[in-house]
């Protein structure tokens, strides 16, 4: 099944890759480097991809660093700042893919049923 651009630019930005436009290029970003295929991602889909981030506000995206530890940027979107009303941190923590770990180490172990299965993708 094709993904349209913003499935394509999600599934990207699940992997920690910051994505910006730099003239008619686009520059892909992330702590450690990116691996060959976020990269063949891009490539194989930078036509549907270079207009979608022409439409959309500039803003860096959530990520997690090389020691575990969740980076909200200041001028990420909105909706990632949970302490002004945007979205619980585990949702913020699921979207990146965060390990076992890292989820309880800023939530605790999940004891819903519900929150179990989406935090496993299962749900």
């Given at each position: 099944m094709k993904m349209n651009a913003i499935d394509?630019?999600?599934?990207?930005?699940?992997?920690?890759?910051?994505?910006?436009?730099?003239?008619?290029?686009?520059?892909?970003?992330?702590?450690?480097?990116l691996?060959?295929?976020?990269?063949?991602l891009?490539?194989?889909?930078k036509t549907?991809?270079?207009?979608?981030?022409?439409?959309?506000?500039?803003?860096?995206?959530?990520?997690i660093d090389l020691n575990g530890d969740l980076i909200i940027p200041f001028d990420c979107e909105p909706r990632y700042k949970w302490w002004i009303d945007g979205q619980p941190i585990y949702e913020t923590l699921l979207e990146l893919g965060a390990s076992d770990k890292i989820i309880r180490r800023y939530i605790g172990l999940v004891s819903n049923p519900?929150?179990?299965?989406?935090?496993k993708g299962t749900a």
């Amino acid at each position: 099944m094709k993904m349209n651009a913003i499935d394509i630019v999600k599934t990207i930005q699940r992997k920690g890759v910051h994505l910006s436009l730099v003239g008619d290029r686009i520059k892909a970003e992330r702590p450690g480097g990116l691996d060959d295929e976020v990269r063949d991602l891009i490539r194989s889909n930078k036509t549907q991809i270079i207009p979608f981030l022409r439409k959309r506000p500039s803003y860096s995206n959530p990520y997690i660093d090389l020691n575990g530890d969740l980076i909200i940027p200041f001028d990420c979107e909105p909706r990632y700042k949970w302490w002004i009303d945007g979205q619980p941190i585990y949702e913020t923590l699921l979207e990146l893919g965060a390990s076992d770990k890292i989820i309880r180490r800023y939530i605790g172990l999940v004891s819903n049923p519900d929150d179990y299965r989406r935090w496993k993708g299962t749900a």
